[in-house]
């Protein structure tokens, strides 16, 4: 990430996000847009505003601080361009900029050379009481038909997009041991260790073929579906690479009750058939993807509270985990939690 965006107390963020519209401003400049108004959203990996204008259309703005080359942003605006074709699935577009840029880039008072992108808003809205059982059927019928509809894109030479998988999750792992004393006591780090171990072990012995392998969303958890009459549309594909359609399935299972779960594999063998065994596969990813999360989360100091809250389920989760017992359509018996 570039420091210009690191927030840390409130008067820097104030500062910062002030420095992030004149960026933003500054890239609206380069796009035939008669906007009237520009909102911002959030600070994650990127730094996104609401852009209204004249004709009641809006777009989403985004300012990239999460350190991916301009190469591998224009890399997933091709294949959103490529998908937005496909009659089965509604994703968000790019726009190109007037001189025909998926990126325009930016250059702030500190000489630091940000890349901003703009895409087509796409009208819905989060569920934030939770979803109904057919919204999630729908969910996981949506997330099938994305999986279809990549299969039939062919990357050009230089498209350029992340791989998920041991490599990267050996990452992960050795980011959170940097922070894991914040919220996991040295006997679950040790459990943490054996059950990455066993999530390698599975990724090696996986081959890879077009039915189960391809260019996913891999972040397509509850906040990143939004819902129109019921119908889920994928929003932010700023992870979106290589991996196991198993990997993209964990990453929605992570935020869903046991119940729900086998609802949206339903909903996703309604259009898109899983292996017979894909259960055991599916538990790996499960771990593997919730640990990612603690990962993502744990370097922030302002997290450490929620990460050690969330310990007596992911720590149960692991614990069947490693025993072989199914876990993610039953319920599952806490444990009581020792971080000293």
């Known amino acids: 990430m570039n420091n210009i965006f690191r927030m840390t107390t409130e008067e820097e963020?104030?500062?910062?996000?002030?420095?992030?519209?004149?960026?933003?401003?500054?890239?609206?400049?380069?796009?035939d847009l008669a906007w009237t108004r520009i909102c911002y959203?959030?600070?994650?990996?990127?730094?996104?505003?609401?852009?209204?204008?004249?004709?009641?259309?809006?777009?989403?703005l985004r300012i990239h601080i999460n350190g991916m080359s301009k190469e591998v942003i224009e890399s997933e605006l091709m294949w959103l361009n490529g998908l937005s074709s496909c009659a089965d699935v509604t994703v968000p577009t790019a726009i190109v900029s007037r001189a025909g840029l998926y990126v325009v880039e930016v250059v702030t008072d500190q000489d630091v050379r940000?890349?901003?992108t703009l895409m087509k808003w796409l009208e819905g809205e989060l569920s934030d009481n939770g979803l109904t059982d057919h919204q999630v059927m729908n969910a996981g019928a949506m997330m099938a038909r994305l999986h279809e509809a990549a299969a039939?894109?062919?990357?050009?030479?230089?498209?350029?997009?992340?791989?998920?998988g041991i490599e990267s999750f050996r990452k992960e792992m050795t980011r959170l041991e940097l922070y894991y004393e914040r919220f996991l006591s040295k006997e679950a780090w040790k459990s943490y260790q054996e059950a990455a171990e066993k999530i390698e072990i599975q990724l090696t012995s996986m081959k890879r073929n077009e039915r189960h392998y391809g260019i996913i969303h891999a972040d397509l958890h509850l906040g990143n579906?939004?819902?129109k009459d019921d119908q889920p549309f994928p929003i932010d594909f700023g992870r979106c690479g290589y991996g196991y359609h198993l990997y993209d399935i964990a990453g929605t299972l992570v935020g869903l009750h046991p119940y729900q779960r086998r609802l949206f594999i339903q909903g996703y063998e309604s259009v898109r058939e899983l292996e017979v065994d894909y259960e055991q596969n599916l538990s790996g990813f499960f771990v593997m993807f919730m640990i990612e999360n603690f990962c993502h989360h744990a370097p922030n100091p302002r997290e450490t509270s929620s990460l050690i809250?969330?310990?007596?389920?992911?720590?149960?989760?692991?614990?069947?985990?490693?025993?072989?017992s199914p876990f993610l359509f039953n319920p599952i018996e806490l444990i009581e939690i020792d971080n000293k």
């Open 13 to 31: 963020c104030r500062q910062l996000l002030s420095q992030a519209r004149q960026v933003a401003l500054s890239a609206l400049q380069e796009y």
């Open 41 to 60: 959203i959030q600070q994650s990996d990127t730094i996104t505003f609401k852009i209204e204008t004249e004709e009641d259309r809006c777009y989403l």
């Open 114 to 116: 940000m890349c901003v």
């Open 152 to 164: 039939t894109f062919t990357p050009p030479y230089n498209f350029k997009r992340p791989t998920w």
């Open 225 to 227: 579906i939004i819902f």
């Open 309 to 324: 809250e969330e310990q007596p389920y992911a720590q149960a989760i692991i614990r069947d985990y490693l025993n072989g």
